[in-house]
Every structure is written in C-alpha cells, then in structure tokens.
C-alpha cells in the first residue's frame, strides 16, 4: 500500500497527538485523519483531515465515525481512547476499515476492574485482594479482612478514577458515600489491598495469541499531583524503562488470563505489594497507553533503533495485515535506565542518569 489511510479517533486527547507524531516519523507516508469531541483539542494534533465527533456514549457515535471512513477511504481504524476503542470492537462489523482491536467482550471485562480482578486471580496472577461494595456499605468488614490502610477505586474509568487511599473505615465510607450522593452506585466502588511499591507500566503488541514485543517502564512522579487526592494524575511525567523479568512474566500471564489469543494492544499496570510482589492492578486490552508511542518514538528517533522499535508504526502496519520480521525482541524492547521527562509547557526530554539528555519534543 503505497500510502495508506489511517484514522485516529480521540485524536487530540494527548495519547492521540503522541501516536499521530509517531506515525510521523515512519519512513512510510501514512495519510491521517483525526476525530475527537472536543472542539479546542482537535486542533492538537498534525492530522491531515479533522473532524468533530459526538461522544462515545452518544447514539450516532458509531454511525459518525463510519461516515468518515467511508468519506476518507480508510483503510485503517485506531481508536485511541479506550471508551471509543469499546464501542468501535463491539460493533466493527458496521465500520467498513481494519482494526487492530481484541474482541468488545473480552474488552468489556478487562475495563472493569472488578471483574479482570477477579479473573486474574482464578488464574493465578498476583493482583490485590479485593472486595466489592454492596449497597449497605460494609466498609469494617473489609478493613478487618483486607489491613489498612485500603485503596478505595472506582471499577470502570481512567486516570485512578476516585481513587482514594483510605486509613480507616470512616474515611472509606465518606468517600463512597460522597460519590453515591453525586450519583455514582456504591457498587461502583471497590476497595483493594493497598500496594505501596513500585508502580510499573508494561506496554506489549500481540498478533494472533504471538506477543510480538514489549518493554516496561517506572512510573516516578504524576504532574500536578497535588491537585488530586490520590496524587494519581493518569500519565507520569517521569517514568524509567526497566527490565525485570518478573514484570515481563506477570504481564505476560495477565494478558493470556483475559483471553486465549490476544491481539492488538495491551497496557498492563502493576504495583508492588509490601511483600515485593508485581500485582497487576490493570489490563487495557486494546489500548496505547498515552506515552507509549512517545517511547517508541524516541527509542526510533534518538536511540536510533530499527523501524518496529516506533510501535505506532508496527502496530499499524501488523493491522494492515502486512508481515513482520521474527527477529524482533518479545520483551525488553528498550533499554534499561532511560528516563522520560515531559510536562506541561516544558516539552520532553530523554535522560540517562550520566548526565547524557535529548530533547525528544
Ligand atoms: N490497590 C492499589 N494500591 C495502590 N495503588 C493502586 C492500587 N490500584 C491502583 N493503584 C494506583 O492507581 C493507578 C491507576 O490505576 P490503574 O489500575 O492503572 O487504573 P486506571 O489507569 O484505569 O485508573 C495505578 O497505576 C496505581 O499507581
Ligand atoms: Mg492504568
């Protein structure tokens, strides 16, 4: 395919803009469209076509993206943020493009955070233990089963949504109570062994049931972390590769635990417990964390490694159906000890502890 049409939905969210950078810097001319809600942020990102959609959760979601396809001549389909990945793999049959995306069902269990819990467990991945609230709020019951303090987390969302780290029963029940006041169900809540150690990102392609590659990075710090209770912000602005087998393992078996063959991507997230155990607090199957094509980008840019080491690229190439080389390497794709800084106004940097920085943006 001389130049293939991609459209990117959720193109301005920050995730979107990186993964449109990234297919920038391939050797190969990609035409790119872009679509996001958000009026303002759809001027983020450099596409060659832009188009405002409806929400995810709108009726003509679907039909509108299909639309554009049609319109666009598309070959290939990457809906970035998760909620629209969703709802484009449950209904893909109606969007005339190739996507790159695991079964909606399969989907649909792994972006609740109670069922993939419960999931991995049965299969024997380290995870938190957790408990789920029923409407009469039997919050002591979990502190004397669970310890203190508890994280306290809702079971769909993003970006640690209404996370709380509770250190009594008191805390916990104000904080559920609150949301259930503002609408969210108390059966929206759960509360989970707290892990207070390392937090751990673990980015992979899949193709078939085959994990193509993979590399896992150190989440640092969160920007502004001082405006949210939980000090979780959703994407670090520092973050370290790291290569730890143990990380590759339990990532590994998570993703095969939510389904016999997986395809696309998966973002595992892993916390380490009191005991210095990776426990996998999330799967997002079918999704690119947001700096994911950030990494790959500098891994191509900077640390002048091949083409595939851009994972933009790979993923949408293997989406295109094209072959790829075996030669790649299935973990530890990036080398260890690079840092990633970025943050607000102040661009991103690549940054070894020698002293040694690019600038990437
Ligand atoms: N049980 C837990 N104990 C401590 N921190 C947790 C726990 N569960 C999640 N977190 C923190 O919250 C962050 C966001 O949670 P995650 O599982 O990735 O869901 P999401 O990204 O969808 O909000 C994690 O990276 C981790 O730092
Ligand atoms: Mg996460």
């Known amino acids: ?5 991609i459209l990117v939905t959720g193109a ?28 303002f942020h759809l001027e983020y990102p450099d596409v060659d076509a832009r188009y405002q959609t409806p929400r995810h959760d709108d009726r003509s979601f679907v039909s509108t993206v299909a639309k554009i396809v049609r319109r666009e001549s598309i070959d ?14 449950l209904r893909r049959e109606e969007v005339d493009a190739r996507v790159f995306l695991p079964p909606g069902g399969l989907m649909k269990k792994a972006q609740d955070k109670l069922v993939s819990q419960r999931i991995l467990e049965k299969a024997k991945v380290p995870v938190a233990a ?15 089963l669970l310890g203190r303090p508890l994280w306290v987390r809702a079971r769909h969302g993003a970006g640690g949504r209404l996370s709380l780290l509770c250190n009594t029963p008191q805390e916990a029940e104000h904080w559920v109570k609150l949301w259930a006041l503002r609408g969210v169900k108390v059966s929206e809540m759960i509360l989970q062994e707290y892990l207070p150690g390392r937090n751990v990102a673990w980015d992979s392609v899949w193709k ?57 991507a998966y973002s595992v997230d892993l916390k ?20 994911m094509p950030l990494w790959g980008l500098a891994a191509f840019k900077i640390l002048r490694m091949p083409w595939y ?3 933009a690229d790979l993923y949408v190439r293997i989406g295109l159906g094209e072959e790829i080389p075996g030669s790649i390497p299935q973990t530890n794709l990036i080398p260890a000890g690079y840092y990633l800084l970025r943050d607000m106004d102040v661009g991103a940097f690549l940054w070894r502890e020698d002293g040694w920085k690019r600038r990437l943006l």
């Open 208 to 264: 078939d049931g085959r994990l193509i590659t993979s590399y896992a990075r150190e989440r640092l710090e969160y920007p502004f972390k001082h405006v949210s209770p939980s000090g979780i912000t959703g994407t670090p602005s520092v973050a370290r590769t790291v290569h730890d087998r143990k990380i590759n393992d339990v990532s590994v078996s998570a993703v095969r635990a939510l389904g016999k063959s997986p395809n696309g």
């Open 272 to 291: 380490e417990s009191t005991t210095g155990v990776f426990c996998v607090t999330e799967v997002d199957a079918g999704k690119f964390h947001t700096t």
């Open 1 to 5: 395919m001389a130049q293939p049409r």
């Open 130 to 144: 957790t408990m789920a609230l029923r409407r009469d709020l039997d919050v002591g019951a979990a502190f004397k």
């Open 309 to 311: 080491a851009n994972l």
């Open 12 to 39: 301005g969210g920050i995730a979107g803009v990186n993964f449109v950078r990234a297919l920038r810097a391939s050797s190969r001319h990609y035409y790119i469209a872009g679509t996001d809600y958000n009026r």
């Open 76 to 89: 290939f389909l990457h809906p970035q943020p998760s909620s629209e990945a969703l709802v484009i793999s």
